[in-house]
């Protein structure tokens, strides 16, 4: 319990460091920490996870920035790298902090419905992003997206899950 814990509140300080970023770029070293003390933790069997759900979502959040559900203060191709962020240390929970929500599949589902939307508008507010289809089509859009998502992200952490050697006089040949 205090390891998921302690991942939750990594997880929070990290999100915080992210948001404000943009204001102070030294904070994007917080994020960093977290995810290299969670790798350190907790090995390399997460790595794979990580770099997945980064690949994944980075190019989820590019493809809803081009859409224009969301509007930086300068044109880009991808999203800025603190929400860029976001993703790695989102994967630092599912397996641990947010495990609990994996099944049912519907759990997760109404989870991210809710959360996600409510992380994404405190982030835009806190970091000064825009939302230009407006506030509640573009909570609706990111409730739609993220009861789909979230079961998947748990799913490809399911999926990614290190297998854990046998010794050879177990192993079945």
């Known amino acids: 319990m205090l390891n998921n814990l302690a991942n939750a509140g990594l997880f929070q300080l990290a999100w915080f460091a992210s948001i404000f970023s943009p204001r102070y ?6 994020p960093a920490l977290v995810i290299g003390l969670h790798l350190l933790w907790l090995g390399r069997g997460e790595l794979k996870l990580l770099v997945a759900i980064t690949v994944l979502g980075t190019a989820i959040d590019s493809l809803l920035m081009h859409a224009g559900l969301f509007e930086f203060a300068a044109p880009r191709w991808l999203i800025p790298l603190w929400l860029v ?4 240390l989102l994967a630092t929970t599912l397996r641990h902090c947010l495990a609990w929500t994996a099944r049912p599949w519907w759990l997760a589902s109404l989870l991210g419905a809710i959360s996600a939307p409510l992380s994404y508008y405190a982030g835009a507010r806190l970091a ?14 990111l409730a739609a997206l993220w009861a789909v998502l979230f079961p998947l992200l748990h799913q ?3 999926r990614l899950q290190p297998v854990e050697l046998q010794p050879s006089s177990q192993r079945s040949l």
């Not at 770029?25 to 917080?30: E, H, K, R």
């Open 25 to 30: 770029p030294a904070l994007l070293l917080v």
């Open 85 to 88: 962020l976001m993703w790695p």
């Open 128 to 141: 000064g992003v825009g939302l230009p289809f407006g506030l509640w089509p573009s909570l609706l859009a």
């Open 156 to 158: 490809l952490a399911r």
